[in-house]
């Protein structure tokens, strides 16, 4: 099985229609990239024809860039794209700028970048795009073959993400995107613009931070069996015409063979019935109220260590699938090990990291007042 690779006119390179993400790697014990098992990952998605490779320098602590760059430096370095991204976070000036840019080469094990992004960027960092000279430099940077293809990630309202398209001249352009962010977000005014625009689109999220691959049992009844909950989800990104890449975050073996199975082997395009079908489930999932988190794990630099992704994952999975028992034990655990809402000190360093733009403290709080007496409830199975 092979996927396909599709010639971008406007970009003038062969992009694979399937993106392996390298922000949810297996991990040991110790939290640390299982590289042995990463690397085969990485191996069996390249022999089945991906080459676009997608890291970032908050990925698994800094250490995603170097173990990518190790593991692709075996093959040829025109046949695939590396792909990463400037920690908008990071920069205090242009110098610190230079210096993050200089010292990505390094850490990346690369001397150019394939596809090249500011990174995260929404209202809240727009104006460092020109405050530090980040377009002109990296505008420099390009024109002198260290970046291929420059563009940015996106994480913010419509009226900014028009700005960035009216102010800039950007080769592309990576947005959430996927059959229910397309009406909750409103993502879909994103990529009617980049339509507009002749902008080629790179999905981000394509199955949600795993809440599409694991719908709720009325969602689920209604999709059809012939593949996945999170083949569908690929499937409706992929039958976006303006779709450049599909970029997924696998996880584990069994992710990436289902991948390529569902890029090798199903039609390019969904039919009236299965795109109806998409929109059903899609409207039941949204009439079930939960905390949009993806579980990035942006905001786990948490200063009382507080597990804030997993906290928001034990409660939708909560409202998704009403089981008292595995929510009670679920948080529990948290409590018990220090990492419960009962740490925060409300200092919301964490809300402006977050992606989805989600007041953490404030969604925490009756969060964790809804699932404490299911803690108290099975305390003794803790």
Known sequence: MTIKKKFDKRLGVEISELGFGAMRLPTLENGKIDWELSAKMIDRAYEAGVNYFDTADPYHGGESQPFLGETLKKYPRESYHYVTKLPTWKISSKEAMIQIFNEQFGNCRVDYFDFYMIHGLGEDRYDLVDRHEI?????????????KFLGFSYHGNYDTFKRLLDNYKWDFAMI??????????????FYDLMVERDIPCMVMEPVRGKYLAEPPP??????HKDYSPAGWALRWCRDKSNTAVTISGMSNMEQVEENIRTFALSPEKLTKAETEMLERARDIMLSIKTIPCTYCGYCIDCPKGVSIPRLFEVYNQYKLFPNEFRAGIGYGKLVRDGKGFDQCINCSIC??????????????APLCEELEPLRQKFIASI
């Open 135 to 147: 377009y002109d430099y990296l505008t420099e940077q390009k024109k002198a073959g260290r970046i």
């Open 176 to 189: 959430q995107y996927n059959y229910v962010d397309d009406i909750m977000l409103e993502t879909g005014k």
């Open 218 to 223: 009325a969602a689920l009844e209604i999709l």
């Open 351 to 364: 809300s402006p990291l977050c992606p989805q733009n989600i007041n953490i403290p404030e969604s925490l």
